[in-house]
């Protein structure tokens, strides 16, 4: 911090500057490696991270950080919803796909066949405070709902024989919200913060039981149709890695660290001044 | 190398100013886990801290009075020019279980900078 001069009569024998400590030489990787180390620490990361080559990113992701650095000209998809009702105070978006699912019959549900999806929230820091979460389910157009409205109940459940999972949420499935042209239309589910804390500082995991059953008739779709006609839960034969990273079920969680500002500055709860409803659309 | 230090010296006996520094994450060897920026403007604060002081340089009382005991007694060294405001960058990268987050990381840009 010296803006050159000597300063050694000044120290009166009180510190006298090492030499070295006036220049360090920057191109000792020894020292770079140190302030990487450092940096990374207050970035909130342990080391610095070694993903595999090739990791399928969630669009979803991807248009939230468009969406959040205004390139809205780089917002993929035309349904996106940016979740205003989420991010308020969140400077932490975290994205999980789900475990694996089971395929089962409950007696609870009348022999009816409904899909158990589970997810590993431990990688979640414990400096990090979960303010929100939801969960995305994507329904296909491969089939049509078949006739008459449908409904999908949204159960949580500590594991997959729970005999009385909790109902979190019940949803009519109409085809009119998929008018536009787009291969597939995003169910979103609000989860609490308490769900996810109480899941966090127990098993760390999260399981869910999906079931869509026709409005108007108390049995349950068979099988074969649950996993094709409603909800994308489980993978196509021979289908790759890259395209089912972008329908398979996710798991978004809203936290802040206690470091620094929120994603969404305050007073500016409408980034980008677009002109949407809490759940507007992204303007093309 | 030798042009790029005269061209720094030459700047820092300008006053204390933001000049510009853009961080690609190629050079550091981030871009496996860093999706996206592939970069960002980071900026950095050169430049001297000469008396008198004027008001845009955002000095505190503290760089003034420092600054007033330098122009008698050149042993005192000068005030330091340094960022004074910064602001976040929101950076979306994997993590080490090959998760993807999206995450606001504090004082990553100096907005402006000042004599302290």
């Not at chain 1, 308020?88 to 549900?109: C, G, V, Y």
């Not at chain 1, 500590?158 to 979190?168: F, G, Q, S, V």
Request: a positive charge; one cysteine or more.
């Amino acid at each position: 911090g010296r803006q050159g001069g000597d300063t050694s009569e000044i120290d009166h024998g009180r510190v006298h500057p090492t030499p070295s400590a006036l220049s360090p030489s920057l191109r000792d990787p020894g020292l770079a490696q140190t302030i990487q180390s450092l940096l990374l620490s207050r970035l909130g990361l342990q080391s610095q991270p070694d993903p595999r080559p090739g990791v399928p990113v969630p669009r979803y992701l991807v248009d939230l950080y468009h969406f959040h650095q205004q390139q809205y000209h780089l917002v993929e998809d035309p349904s996106f919803n940016f979740p205003s009702q989420h991010i308020q105070e969140a400077n932490t978006i975290r994205s999980f796909h789900h475990n694996d699912f089971i395929f089962f019959k409950l007696s609870f549900f009348k022999k009816t066949t409904i899909v158990h999806i589970s997810f590993n929230i431990s990688s979640i820091p414990q400096d990090e405070s979960v303010l929100s979460a939801e969960l995305r389910l994507r329904r296909s157009d491969e089939a049509a709902l078949g006739p008459g409205p449908h409904r999908l109940n949204l159960y949580l459940t500590e594991h997959h024989e729970d005999p009385e999972p909790t109902l979190l949420e019940t949803r009519l499935l109409t085809n009119g919200l998929r008018s536009y042209k787009t291969s597939g239309f995003w169910e979103a589910f609000s989860l609490s913060a308490e769900l996810l804390h109480k899941a966090h500082a127990g098993t760390g995991s999260l399981g869910f039981l999906l079931e869509v059953r026709p409005e108007n008739n108390t049995t349950s779709l068979p099988e074969q149709t649950l996993s094709s006609a409603h909800l994308r839960v489980c993978r196509s034969v021979g289908q790759d890695d890259h395209s089912w990273a972008q329908e398979r079920p996710l798991l978004v969680t809203y936290s802040h660290d206690g470091r620094g500002q929120a994603l969404v500055k305050h007073g500016r709860r409408n980034p980008g001044g677009i002109n949407w409803s809490e759940r507007g659309r992204v303007k093309r | 190398n030798g042009g790029r230090s005269a061209k720094l010296k030459r700047l820092s006996r300008n006053r204390c100013r933001r000049h510009p520094l853009y961080v690609d994450f190629n050079d550091v060897g981030w871009e496996k886990w860093i999706i996206a920026p592939s970069g960002y403007d980071a900026f950095f604060c050169l430049g001297e801290c000469r008396f008198p002081l004027a008001d845009h340089m955002n000095s505190s009382s503290h760089a003034m009075v420092q600054t007033l005991v330098n122009s008698v007694n050149g042993a005192v060294p000068r005030a330091c020019c340094v960022p004074t405001s910064l602001s976040p960058i929101a950076l979306l990268y994997l993590d080490s279980q090959d998760r993807v987050v999206l995450k606001n990381y504090q004082d990553m840009v100096v907005e402006g900078c000042g004599c302290r």
